[in-house]
């Protein structure tokens, strides 16, 4: 399967002739000269730690070629303090961490572009990137007794060594038939591989601080994932007499493997956890046909379309205990739908709707064991299923600079992780969907320009949200809330030459699956310098001047509250110099393939 699913990427290299007087037509006359451009890129940051990255990027046009290129190397240093306090009917367990992480990367991308004839082209993109990820963490926690006395506490590590890579290669066919008539042929593959390795140590301890007998915890895990995405669709665009219509197809091809070993030591012996040893392989395979028809009456434009698709699951999920079979099939019919009417050259009122399935993460399929330390694990949950969003928006907008809108989401059956409690005080998080999520909101935006060199940029939400609770133990939540920002850009020359940009942000209180979040702002600010003819640009920025970034959380679930801190060091100081050279009009982009959602994942 895997081979043929291979041939098909190349597809779009097939088919076509590069004979006759089409290959004398130039795509424009710039194409007929050589043009060569770049951008070197250097970026400092500091905050705890220093981080870096350099880039270079290169655009070159020869006739009817156009390459696209980049190369960048950075690496970040960053820490994370993370507090959690877990009240239990029968103990109080107050814990606070902090993690260390060292992040090394190095991406090459080279995107291609080739005109076969004025009315056909064709792209083939590559991307490759290397990850390599140190975690550090260190992690206290006070356990109290009934009688709010320290009971005993609880010191440990955990230190994860991962290696990701990233293949991607797409190749894009497009013919324009007429003006306004188009076919495309896409296909593209995305390989990753992830290699980890994860030591955790802690032990308990008496108020005297003398180990508690058997109450260590060492254990190693290691695992690798592979996963491949292939994808195939394709797209024809033609006007007719009574309306645009399109119409295409698209395959989607997804492996996901995971082997997993789990080790804890006793005594002086590490002994591998067979039922915490999974091997998991996750089949996706999705059909999907669509149709899209367009038509314009006067001032009112009208867009009606459909998606019907069709998805596959099998797979298996194999440990010393079981093999659970992985077998599902689901179809569904998406719908949407806008329109527009444009008053006057000023007004315009817009409507949409649509629905899409939100998939479950890659690392959310993953079967295996997580560990954050002796009192705390995460597990996945190969045999989700997606949800389902519904969006509704209406919009007035006055000369494209104020809007007025509103808008409503629903996500039914929503998944994330959701904490279980053990008998020995553990908290499991496991992958489910448990949740309806409801947001009501009314937003407003705009632009204000006070002269040529001050305007203000401005957004304003206020906001419903209700959150109903699928499975027992957990309680519907609901909040009302506004969010605001506002952004001033100042600048000191004509030229526009040299400018300053201001910005805060502030969100009240907010919910987020079982857990209500307090308030929330931040102050940016940011300087940007054009020299030698715009050629050369200095960027300096201070990001959460304030470092008011922490934050809070509360959730209950089976009469258990916890609440949390979370601050993730959003304060630094970024410096940025770009250097551009040669033909400063071509300008660097990377192609967007159209499976980038399932990359994402």
Known sequence: MKYILFCLLFLPFFGFSQTGTALKEPNSTEDLGEYFGGAVKSVYKQHKFPSFNNSINL?????????NSSISYGREKFFR?????????????????????????????????????????????????????????????????????????????????????????????RHDFNENEFLTIEADWLQRPWDYNQNTYGQDYDVNGAAVPNRNYTVYHDGRTDLNIYTLNGLYHVPTRL???????????????????????????????????????????????????????????LQLGFKLENTLINGDVNDVNSKKELDDNYIKLFPSASASYNFDETNKLSFAFSQYYNRPLYRFINPSLGIYNAYETYLGNPFLKPSLTSNFNLVYAYKSQYDLGFSYSKTKDNFWSLPNYTADHVVEHQVVSYMDLNTFQVAASGVLKYTNAVETNFQLQGFYKLNKSLVSGIEDLDVWGWYGTVSNQVYFDPEKNISANLSFWYRSKNINQEALISKQGALDFGMKFLLLEKAFIIEVNVTDMLKSMNEYKVSTVDNVRQTFRNYQDPRAFRISATYKFGNRKLNYAERIAENATDHSR
Do not use: H
């Not at 005594?267 to 395979?285: G, M």
């Open 81 to 173: 303090e993370n507090d959690v306090s877990t009240f239990f009917s029968d103990a109080s367990f107050i814990g606070s961490g902090t993690t260390d992480y060292d992040f090394n990367s190095f991406v090459t991308f080279i995107d291609v572009q080739y005109q076969i004839s004025k009315k056909t082209k064709i792209n083939v993109s590559s991307m490759n990137d290397t990850y390599e990820n140190i975690l550090d963490t260190k992690t206290n926690i006070d356990i109290y007794n009934t009688s709010d006395v320290l009971d005993r506490y609880y010191t440990g590590t955990k230190k994860l060594i991962s290696n990701l890579k990233r293949n991607s290669l797409n190749a894009l066919l």
């Open 59 to 67: 655009v070159y046009n020869r006739g009817r070629w156009k390459v």
């Open 243 to 301: 309306f645009d219509l399109t119409v295409g197809g698209k395959w989607i091809y997804i492996e996901s493997d995971y082997i997993i070993r789990n080790f804890r030591k006793y005594d002086a012996d590490y002994v591998q956890n067979l039922a915490l040893s999974p091997t998991c392989t996750y089949i996706e395979n999705r059909q999907i046909v669509f149709s899209d028809f367009k038509k314009k009456f006067g001032k009112l434009d």
